[in-house]
């Protein structure tokens, strides 16, 4: 056991900073932004989520936390999350079900983002919910095609 735990510190990156060497369409997850969209991370308060309206079907317990962006230009779009949670993103400003995600995994190495959520998404008006939260607001970035 004690030999597996040394081969699982060895494999662990070594980071001098975190998210000091973000790639460039990720370079806004560390910039103060005005509003949610592609390369502008932004931190939404979470609360129950039964008190938001539209929670699409499987959404998970716990905190919660949604908002509306525009996509203008049709391509695979990432959802960046700071922490363990599930993201849903809605076509449309009321109602509807969850988009199929074409992709998931994890933020870069020595980075604050836990997960990334890819959709292809064509051009209109989407909402963005992250359920299942344990902290009570959550960093979340739209990722650039």
């Given at each position: 056991m004690f030999l597996a735990?040394?081969?699982?510190?060895?494999?662990?990156?070594?980071?001098?900073?975190?998210?000091?060497?973000?790639?460039?369409?990720?370079?806004?997850w560390t910039a103060q932004a005005d509003g949610f969209g592609v390369n502008r991370a932004v931190t939404l308060d979470a609360g129950a989520v039964a008190k938001l309206p539209g929670v699409p079907a499987g959404a998970k317990p716990g905190g919660a936390a949604m908002i509306g962006f525009r996509i203008e230009a049709a391509g695979r779009y990432g959802v960046a999350?700071?922490?363990?949670?599930?993201?849903?993103?809605?076509s449309g400003v009321a109602g509807g079900d969850a988009l199929k995600s074409a992709?998931?995994?994890?933020?870069?190495?020595?980075?604050?983002?836990?997960?990334?959520?890819?959709y292809d998404l064509q051009p209109g008006i989407y909402r963005l919910y992250v359920t299942g939260l344990a902290t009570p607001s959550a960093k979340v970035m739209l990722v650039a095609p």
């Open positions: 735990a040394i081969l699982l510190l060895q494999a662990a990156p070594q980071c001098a900073a975190t998210d000091a060497a973000l790639p460039a369409n990720l370079s806004g999350l700071d922490q363990r949670g599930w993201v849903d993103v809605v992709a998931h995994g994890h933020g870069p190495d020595c980075s604050s983002i836990r997960k990334i959520v890819r």
